[in-house]
T-cell receptor, first 112, second 114 residues
Framework: GDSVTQMEGPVTLSEEAFLTINCTYTATGYPSLFWYVQYPGEGLQLLLKATKADDKGSNKGFEATYRKETTSFHLEKGSVQVSDSAVYFCALGSGGSYIPTFGRGTSLIVHP | NAGVTQTPKFRVLKTGQSMTLLCAQDMNHEYMYWYRQDPGMGLRLIHYSVGEGTTAKGEVPDGYNVSRLKKQNFLLGLESAAPSQTSVYFC?????????????FGQGTRLTVV
């Protein structure tokens, strides 16, 4: 079945550091890929998405590129801020299922 | 823009009590989902619905029941609460199936069973 594997956290960075959160997936066909963010005390919200190979999703300075050859969708940001502290979820949507598949989430902590 | 609204936001139950969590969406979405979130476990799907009048089991359905009598509402019931059901519960909806569109989440319900 479909699955998403994310790097375990927490990831702890200083402000203005470079961020990478790794995400790899297993799916049949050509899934859509998503990154969601969960701020403390809130529900998940979409951060960015990509629907086909080599697409790059971007939002709020975050980027991720859909790499079919390596089945990956790594999240990157060039300079993190304290306000980016949150839990980040990688997810996929497969044509064979009604249900989005989520990774376990990666906690990011950014210190001033 | 209400989106997905969950009620209540917090609740404390005694073991054996029952309760219903309500999820309402105003986006005319066909698909709705109930998840629970526990530390280190990510999101686990409890039940889902692909349309009014339909429901299906997810990954962890035991101890829960659901109903989708109206398209905009998806109810999650606990008939006899147990401490293992202490968790944060999230409702989500999508316009199309999970592969086609983003999921919209409610703010969550923090449930404690003592």
């Amino acid at each position: 079945g479909d699955s998403v594997t994310q790097m375990e956290g927490p990831v702890t960075l200083s402000e203005e550091a470079f961020l990478t959160i790794n995400c790899t997936y297993t799916a049949t066909g050509y899934p859509s890929l998503f990154w969601y963010v969960q701020y403390p005390g809130e529900g998940l919200q979409l951060l960015l998405k990509a629907t086909k190979a080599d697409d790059k999703g971007s939002n709020k300075g975050f980027e991720a590129t859909y790499r079919k050859e390596t089945t990956s969708f790594h999240l990157e940001k060039g300079s993190v801020q304290v306000s980016d502290s949150a839990v980040y979820f990688c997810a996929l949507g497969s044509g064979g299922s009604y249900i989005p598949t989520f990774g376990r989430g990666t906690s990011l902590i950014v210190h001033p | 823009n209400a989106g997905v609204t969950q009620t209540p936001k917090f609740r404390v139950l005694k073991t054996g009590q029952s309760m219903t969590l309500l999820c309402a969406q105003d986006m005319n979405h066909e698909y709705m989902y109930w998840y629970r979130q526990d530390p280190g476990m990510g999101l686990r799907l409890i039940h889902y619905s692909v349309g009014e009048g339909t429901t299906a089991k997810g990954e962890v359905p035991d101890g829960y029941n659901v109903s989708r009598l109206k398209k905009q509402n998806f109810l999650l019931g606990l008939e006899s609460a147990a401490p293992s059901q202490t968790s944060v519960y999230f409702c989500a909806s999508t316009y199309l199936g999970g592969d086609r569109s983003e999921a919209f989440f409610g703010q969550g319900t923090r449930l404690t069973v003592v």
